[in-house]
């Protein structure tokens, strides 16, 4: 018996399989990710380690560069007095403390290419060294400065969806709403979204995950100024008809937006994607109206008002 | 009644909704942003801080990277006192504002990395704080260089729309035209333009806005080489056919033209849009003829005649 | 009286206008840049001056690097000698000359970051300039690599095309064919090209200008891996069906060859162009097989046939 | 007679030539480039060096740095040493050896900017070079930048490819199937494979190399989370149809797969591309699955199971 009505057959082209899904295991995380655990791949990938460091937050990338630096300059101040710290000249340390901060502040001042010289290299050797970490600072600095620009360039979320989904009128039944909003002040074009649902159903007697899409009322809009109320008629053709939220909660329905985009600002696509669970679904409720215009006529947009809904009573 | 004939549906997809717009508030901006003020936003967020600053004029980023640079080195100049001044080996001051600019100088030489070293750091607290200093100034520096890429790469609006549109004769009728050229010297590849409009109207007896697609007589070239006319006819399949200039300000008209196409310089597409009110249509007027054979019969552009136009008698 | 044969009628996609063309001025140069002079632009726009920075050859821009690095350390080295040579700590030179280069060496020192502090800067203007100057340097730095990363990243012409174009044999007539090839080893994908014809000819009794495409045999190829002719069939349906060199001549004939890829190692789309006159078409010749198998059975690609002709007899 | 059924003709779209192939001579590499060697290009080019350095690996890109870095300090070293070491104000070396490490550190210093000062330019023509390497350090870090940020933002092969096709059951036949799976974190969307098949056969009584597509149960999926498994079912219409190994290999059989995908971390298109010869096909085997859940109900995926394949019986 297969749960919902099969208006409109769909293939699992989000790759997950027909495996049913366990409570509260969502397909998607709200960000948009695949909630997947990996294992088996090599600890340490160049690629991803780069595409981490660009992804990661702005607190925790500052961290590992100052943790780096701290790292780097302790393994040449060890390597400085392993040599002999006599051939730091201008190093003025007696203990052995003392002449590992020499050497450390010297390696600092020597990646940094900053050499302010009161502590200079003597002898081959050192000198070797010396030449080495500059070199070596300069490639850090460059480094550095392509994970910045990596992390800036880098197409970020700029588009926010509503944390609920509401289930409000529409025309002569309700509809499936989620709200969408851009955070920032370029311009998105062409502005595409999809809808899907996937939920666990029984298909000849096999408990299996089925894939189903979510018609638009509108899927395209040509440029997002303001806010976009994304609506899924629950009309005959919708899946999810005459169903209610407990039918839909042992379903464990998932419900999946993407969003395509085109950035003005940076000549980029954007695709974002978010996705709800039943106990993210409000029934009976609207969104508030974001926009208004001021007493100078001047449309003003209020972020404040996106998340919040409110009550109505369906007919 | 409705103002216009009815040709051609159009939603809205700008999405600004269907509220009637008041005197003088334009939907667009001329540079083609959305006409809106955003509030409830929280006042900093780094990406948005990001964008400001790549799209921001040249002056203002040079101004705002110097003031920064002031503030970083004079909060410096004020630890390195509150410290000692005496870590600063070299430093000559005697006066507190003597001894202020002393560290504002070593701040300055560290943070740009040219560590002249006749004042240099000693004790441990001050070269802590010298080598945190200069691991700050590469990445400043990084910071700047992502900056001043992001500036350059950005596909700016490389085209010029015409101040004014005009209406001229075109073929039995009259037609609607703007003009656009190109800038710079790189070649823009598969150009495509749209013509909307938006009004004023009353439908079912109440005052809406509404959203009309303008036919162009051809809405797409090859090549953007010389300069391009933009012509909408005014035949009886057009909704401004027969209209005043009186009934059209009377309904808030505004005209929105908007430009995709690929620069191949770049390898970017670049969009640009632009709008026009009822105020800024020249009626019985064409553009000039802005380019010309020279005697050695070589094409020759002349970008001054752009925004001329004169008077023509409309049979 | 038609001058050439109106099979496919084509409008004039390149925005040249309908004007006939005189004698040896072509439409586009052999580089695919349209060939027109442009006046009443300002003098100076930073935009274009980077177009031009990052389009130019790199001795010129190494040039032009190495002049403003001698230009902006002469302006520094008079400020210095103006404020007082004797605020330069270590600066020897007694004489105006020797005070000059001293200051200009100072100042190398300071905006390229090195520092080595033998010079110093004494007394409050000249510490402000220093610092000034140093900050300066970091910024023409991130300036420079701006630049040069715009350079490299910039999507260059990686596709040559033949310096002649042949009419040889093909199936019952005979061809109009130009070679490209990929100079580089990368990849080029979804290959395609087109080819226009542009000539004189009288409509009405008045000289215009006319485009028309020419038809080709394969327009487009999935990987460009060794070598590709575009091959035009001189057949009935070709508008220079039995025309002959004279005729080709006296109208002005001049052929586009547009061509669009994409660039999998820079996930980028590149267009390249060129075109064509009546005297860089060779009757009666074919191009020379640049590719063969050696004794170990791999494909090479000679490059050094590419331009090469050989006669034929035309049946 | 054609070997293989001709149920749909393909133009050679790789741009190989119907030249046979000869034994073990593969048309594309596994790693999807053209197996052809080049000659009769110039010896260096700039771009292509470019293309080098981008594409090259890790190890043997900074071997390269830190050889141009010893080669350039190693020459201006001679330099210095020609002009006068007298003229490096405290340089101590009294042996030639000496004097050349001397000037060696001072350059290195000099170039990294890094500029200690206990060695320092005296004398016009010294300051002169050491001010012209202090500017080339600016711009050789410049292009270690760019060359840097190159490589990380190049969309590189996130994609891999099993080593093994396999020929497996499939709905009443057999299917051929090779399995793809994404290595990185980030997310592909619009994910599309196409398969081709190349071969010799004889037509007219010549041995020719013909190329003929491969029909894909599923062609596009619109995210790819896990793993994908291209199935090419081996029926009627399947010009592979009832062949066994042999005849593959003596066909010199040879089938590329080519992916596209949309790269939403970095807002790029990415291609890649393999090929299997007839030694590269495993009969009677499948892919083992590698993903499950776990005992939280969490999908895991398991990439060290991704080229295991396991023996079956067909039918």
Redesign the interface.
Known sequence: MAFFKRKVQF?D?????S?P?????RVLNTD??????????PWF????T???L??MS?TRF?MI??IA?LIV?TIFAVAYNIIGIENL?GAKGTTLRDQF?DA??FS???I??????????QG?IT?VL??FE??L??????????????R?????S?VSFSKKMVVAPYQNHTGLMCRLVN?????L?DVEAQMYMTFNETVDGKLKRSFYPLQLE?S?????????TLVHPINEDSPIFEKSLAELTLAEVEIFV?LTA?D?????????RTSYQDEDIEWNAKFKIM?Y??E???????????DRTEKVVIG
């Open positions: 293939n082209d989000l790759g997950f399989g495996a899904v366990i409570k509260n295991q948009g990710t695949p909630n997947i655990e990996r294992t088996g791949l990938k160049f690629d991803d780069y595409t981490r660009v992804t702005w500052f560069i100052l630096y300059n000249d901060f450390f502040f600092a001042q020597t940094s290419t900053v050499g302010y010289g009161h502590i200079s290299p081959f000198s010396a030449a500059s070199m600072g300069l490639l850090a600095f460059a480094l550095a400065t392509g994970l910045l620009y990596g800036f360039s880098r197409p970020t700029k955070l920032r002040k370029n311009s074009i509108r395209k809009i040509s440029m997002l100024s303001l806010n976009w993407i085109f003005d600002t940076f000549a980029q696509t954007i695709h974002t926009h215009h001021n100078a006529g001047k449309m003003v947009m209020d972020y404040s008002l996106f």
